[in-house]
Antibody, heavy 116, light 113 residues
Framework: EVQLVESGGGLVQPGGSLRLSCAASGFTFSSYYMHWVRQAPGKGLVWVSRINSDGSSTTYADSVKGRFTISRDNAKNTLYLQMNSLRAEDTAVYYC?????????WGQGTLVTVSS | DIVMTQSPDSLAVSLGERATINCKSSQSVLYSSNNKNYLAWYQQKPGQPPKLLIFWASTRESGVPDRFSGSGSGTDFTLTISSLQAEDVAVYYCHQYYSTPHTFGQGTNLEIK
């Protein structure tokens, strides 16, 4: 059974940092592109970042470029999102999603709250 | 960036009736080399992650009831629920994965009339 489990969310002050993790199981993690998508409270879905299967290529939304870094450890079947210089507008549930020419599996999400 | 615009923002339909949600992209999401539309539809219920319903604009994901169907090509797409069931109450999103950033529509809130 395919599973994606996010962790690492929490309350952080503006300007602070967090690292999110997404533990994958039930499939060959190293074969898939992966994404981070976020959803602010009561709002819609917003794509954040993508990483290719071996980690050599990454893409970011303009709103997070230069502040967030996506990475992966295929030996540990884990996707990461390092978030620096956090702002109030980064407050959201962060989902990881598997890409098979469609986002076919999503994690349950982890909540990041940026507030003083 | 490709802008995805859904209509309507909210919709109330009687049980057993048809529900139709439209999605328009600001540029074509049809990839000419494989003739595939890089357009998906998701259903999201409160407190849950999105669930994939339709990909390639019209291919139903495994396990999705056949009352859900997708149509359209290029820039104009439609999600149709042929006979609304109570469990279909949710927010529905269209999503283009033709080019990054992979943008989503603003969502359509579907309720029972």
């Amino acid at each position: 059974e395919v599973q994606l489990v996010e962790s690492g969310g929490g309350l952080v002050q503006p300007g602070g940092s967090l690292r999110l993790s997404c533990a994958a199981s039930g499939f060959t993690f190293s074969s898939y592109y992966m994404h981070w998508v976020r959803q602010a409270p009561g709002k819609g879905l917003v794509w954040v970042s993508r990483i290719n299967s071996d980690g050599s290529s990454t893409t970011y939304a303009d709103s997070v470029k230069g502040r967030f870094t996506i990475s992966r450890d295929n030996a540990k079947n884990t996707l990461y999102l390092q978030m620096n210089s956090l702002r109030a507008e980064d407050t959201a549930v962060y989902y990881c999603a598997r890409d098979l020419d469609k986002y076919d599996y999503w994690g349950q999400g982890t909540l990041v709250t940026v507030s003083s | 960036d490709i802008v995805m615009t859904q209509s309507p923002d909210s919709l109330a339909v009687s049980l057993g009736e048809r529900a139709t949600i439209n999605c328009k992209s600001s540029q074509s999401v049809l990839y000419s080399s494989n003739n595939k539309n890089y357009l998906a539809w998701y259903q999201q219920k409160p407190g849950q992650p999105p669930k994939l319903l339709i990909f390639w604009a019209s291919t139903r994901e495994s396990g999705v009831p056949d009352r859900f169907s997708g149509s359209g090509s290029g820039t104009d797409f439609t999600l149709t629920i042929s006979s609304l069931q109570a469990e279909d109450v949710a927010v529905y999103y269209c999503h283009q994965y033709y080019s990054t950033p992979h943008t989503f529509g603003q969502g359509t809130n579907l309720e029972i009339k």
